[in-house]
């Protein structure tokens, strides 16, 4: 599977957008751009995923890149429970297997 | 969604001693994920077990160290034997359903 970098920490004020970078130059045509969050002491949260098309869903909104070597998570109306850190991971189509990077950890201040 | 409950939540062990983990899950799965999460660190997966077969390690983990059962489709057990401190992890277990992998609530493991 392809590695993907993100930056180690971010902050964002409360109410504003969260914009989370990722990226994945390596990525094969085969290969999705998942997106997971662990609160801390918790196991990590599914967020949203994508192959080459921009997602929304009800927690985030997913925009790949027209060469797919990068994504970008964006939270819209970021809120202190979305403190987390945020794992970026590109995943083949014939795998289970889940491989963590090292992720961005998320902080949103008041 | 699958709701994963894991037991114990957490345990200080001896060094030398081995600890088995369970994860319980409430629907029927094909495929579940052991992690470890060492302090500070990433997620880093230990192995997958399919429900009749050998587990899979990945890379760095023996069967020796973290041997797997999966008796059935809804349960799982992961022991950690021989314990030393550098064993100290929170342990997940982790399963997939549709495209989504859903977590447990972690094992926190201290070895003295």
């Known amino acids: 599977d392809a590695k993907t970098t993100q930056p180690p920490s971010m902050d964002c004020a409360e109410g504003r957008a969260a914009n989370l970078p990722c990226n994945h130059s390596t990525i094969s045509g085969n290969e999705y751009v998942y997106w997971y969050r662990q609160i801390h002491s918790q196991g990590p949260q599914y967020i949203i995923h994508g192959l080459k098309n921009n997602e929304t869903n009800e927690m985030a909104s997913l925009i790949i890149t027209e060469d797919r070597k990068s994504s970008t998570l964006i939270l819209p109306h970021a809120t202190l429970r979305d403190t987390a850190v945020y794992y970026c991971?590109?995943?083949?189509?014939?795998?289970?297997?889940?491989?963590f990077g090292t992720g961005t950890r998320l902080q949103v201040f008041p | 969604s699958a709701v994963i409950s894991q037991k114990p939540s957490r345990d200080i062990c001896q060094r030398g001693t081995s600890l088995t983990i369970q994860c319980q899950v409430d629907?029927?799965?094909?495929?579940m994920f052991w992690y470890r999460q060492q302090p500070g660190q990433s997620l880093t997966l230990i192995a997958t077990?399919?429900?009749?077969?050998?587990?899979?390690?990945e890379s760095g983990f023996v069967i020796d160290k973290f041997p797997i059962s999966r008796p059935n489709l809804t349960f799982s057990t992961l022991t950690v034997s021989n314990m030393s401190p550098e064993d100290s992890s929170i342990y997940l277990c982790s399963v997939e359903e549709v495209y989504e992998q859903y977590f447990g609530p972690g094992t926190r493991l201290t070895v003295t």
């Open positions: 991971i590109v995943r083949s189509d014939n795998t289970d297997k889940l491989i």
């Open positions: 629907s029927q799965v094909t495929m």
């Open positions: 077990a399919n429900q009749g077969s050998e587990a899979t390690y």
